[in-house]
Nanobody, 115 residues
């Protein structure tokens, strides 16, 4: 089963930047899509962005133009560069991956944006 470990969260002021990283292990069966979701207090988990094996990307409207997803297949890693952060970006960010056999989630990393 694929295991995902995130890093890079933290506290940042509004307008600042953060870079999240996620590395996958136990990937002998391969990975198709990778991405990031987030969950703010009292809200449902929502899609932030995804990237396919062929590097096709998808972004939530709320982050378009501010966040950039990238992927390094050789390292089984996915990254999220976040710029122009807003207080409403505050959430726990979860790394996501899938393949034919299932969907996989990381443990989450907290991102807090102060105003």
């Amino acid at each position: 089963q694929v295991q995902l470990v995130e890093s890079g969260g933290g506290l940042v002021q509004a307008g600042g930047s953060l870079r999240l990283s996620c590395t996958a292990s136990r990937t002998t069966r391969g990975i198709d899509n990778m991405g990031w979701y987030r969950q703010a207090p009292g809200k449902q988990r929502e899609l932030v962005t995804t990237i396919s094996r062929l590097r096709s990307t998808n972004y939530a409207d709320s982050v378009k133009g501010r966040f950039t997803i990238s992927r390094d297949s050789a390292k089984n890693a996915v990254y999220l560069q976040m710029t122009s952060l807003k207080p409403e970006d505050t959430a726990v960010y979860y790394c996501y991956a899938d393949n034919y056999w299932g969907n996989y989630w990381g443990q989450g990393t907290q991102v807090t944006v102060s105003s």
